[in-house]
């Protein structure tokens, strides 16, 4: 099974791709990830990435695409995956289609994890993630069970830098504007699937598992 998982940054792509991933044991992929242990390792991938991030920016598809490529291929995929946070931009959908088709593949499932742009700043400046795994939570709606520790690993939580509302409101912008195609783009290869994101996780993951069967 492979999923792809769309929506505005803070909508619970994540969030739900992790409980995908662990129902129906497929490996989460998620590109905001990749770069951001990039970044703590400090590698040049790295350095190149976070100039785009801290801006709300996209990172250039050159530097996405052979990457992703290059995990699906890896042989813990062969079963599927879920791709959370890519693709992001229609070339990154046509290159993954491509790499997929040279290979007599194609993805299953494009859930589009729907919530209002009016929800999302709160829902930003709540995540907190941790430090040490890069697991997420949030302050009220999914809290830790010891304030600002990590429930997974013990370490620290923080709030994003790019997920202060100043950079919240610009990556909306250049969601509409370069990922919001996507929907049409999935619409018409005819794998769309429209979830409502803004009903308690459980819930949501629920409406995903009667798309994706038990
Ligand atoms: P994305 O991966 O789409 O950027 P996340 O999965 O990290 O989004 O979710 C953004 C924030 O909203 C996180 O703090 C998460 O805990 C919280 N969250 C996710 N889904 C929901 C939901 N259905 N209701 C309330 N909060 C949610
Ligand atoms: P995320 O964790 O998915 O919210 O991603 C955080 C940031 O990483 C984004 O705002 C982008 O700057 C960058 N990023 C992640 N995935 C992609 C992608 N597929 N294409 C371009 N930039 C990406």
Known sequence: MKIIMLGAPGAGKGTQAKKIAEKYKIP???TGDI???NIKNGTELGK??????????LVPDELVVDLVVDRVNQDDCKDGYVLDGFPRTIPQAEALDQALARLNQKVDYAIN???????????????????????????VFAPTQKEDVCDNCGGSLILRDDDKPETVQKRLGVYHEQ????????????????????IDIEDVFREITNILGE
Do not use: W
Request: hydrophobic share 35%.
């Open 113 to 139: 994890v729907e919530v209002p742009d009016e929800n999302i700043v709160n829902r930003m400046s709540g995540r907190r993630a941790c430090v040490g795994c890069g697991a997420t939570y949030h302050i």
């Open 48 to 57: 190149k990435a976070k100039t785009y991030m801290d801006q709300g920016l």
């Open 35 to 37: 770069f951001r242990a």
């Open 28 to 30: 989460h992929i998620s």
């Open 179 to 198: 990922t919001q195609p996507l929907i049409e783009y999935y619409t018409n290869a005819g794998i769309l699937k429209e979830v409502d994101g803004t």
